[in-house]
């Protein structure tokens, strides 16, 4: 508990500083009592403290498709940024039907938001990277004005020479290659 506690004191003097974007703590990093604490605090909308305690399986409604537009911008403090993917990731699993082509423009949303922090998330979650993928490919698929090239040369020139990332962001981007090619011939 007290590591925690070092841990999020630590982040918060990080979060004052520049570079508040390179930390890297996610929701199930932080524990419960923390989370409460976040989830009361003034800087979560309304909107989104409702969804977190949401229980039914998330539809396209309006409270949904609300939640998704607040969530998809990832902005300080880092409390704020491990909740909205948190609740993010919650949607995107469980969305499906209509739900599951509003979500696919919000993964590129939510990516180019914080793509240091998300790209971490799904170099850790490869079930939840492919997820992404799919979406991702989706959104491409159906938008003419936009090409997977040149997400691919978006993302690859944000991580060059970054080590940590670099088979993750190949391996994302081969994902997305072969959905689309999928896509192409079914």
Same mark, same amino acid.
């Given at each position: 508990m007290i590591f925690i506690l070092n841990l999020i004191a630590a982040a918060t003097i990080a979060? *004052? $500083?520049?570079?508040?974007e390179t930390i890297t703590i996610y929701w199930n990093d932080i524990e419960p009592?923390? $989370?409460?604490?976040?989830?009361?605090?003034?800087?979560v909308p309304a909107n989104v403290k409702a969804?977190?305690?949401r229980t039914e399986k998330p539809s396209d409604d309006e409270a949904t498709l609300?939640?998704?537009? !607040?969530?998809?911008?990832?902005?300080p403090p880092w409390q704020k940024r491990a909740l909205y993917l948190h609740i993010f990731v919650k949607i995107l699993d469980g969305a499906d039907g209509a739900l599951s082509e509003a979500v696919d423009k919000y993964c590129l949303k939510i990516l180019k938001s #914080?793509?240091?922090?998300? /790209?971490?998330?799904? +170099?850790? /979650?490869?079930?939840?990277?492919?997820? =992404?993928?799919? *979406?991702?490919?989706s959104e491409y698929y159906f938008d003419s004005k936009q090409t997977a090239d040149d997400f691919r040369?978006?993302? !690859?020139?944000? &991580? *060059?020479? +970054?080590? %940590?990332?670099?088979? !993750?962001?190949?391996? =994302?981007? #081969?994902?997305? #290659?072969? %959905?689309? &090619?999928? /896509?192409?011939? #079914?």
């Open positions: 979060f *004052a $500083q520049p570079g508040w009592e923390e $989370q409460a604490g976040i989830l009361r605090s003034s800087y969804y977190y305690g609300g939640v998704l537009e !607040t969530v998809s911008e990832i902005t #914080d793509p240091e922090y998300i /790209m971490y998330y799904l +170099n850790e /979650m490869p079930k939840v990277r492919k997820e =992404f993928a799919s *979406a991702i490919a040369k978006w993302l !690859t020139g944000k &991580f *060059a020479g +970054n080590p %940590d990332l670099g088979p !993750t962001i190949e391996a =994302f981007c #081969d994902e997305i #290659d072969f %959905d689309l &090619f999928r /896509m192409h011939h #079914d």
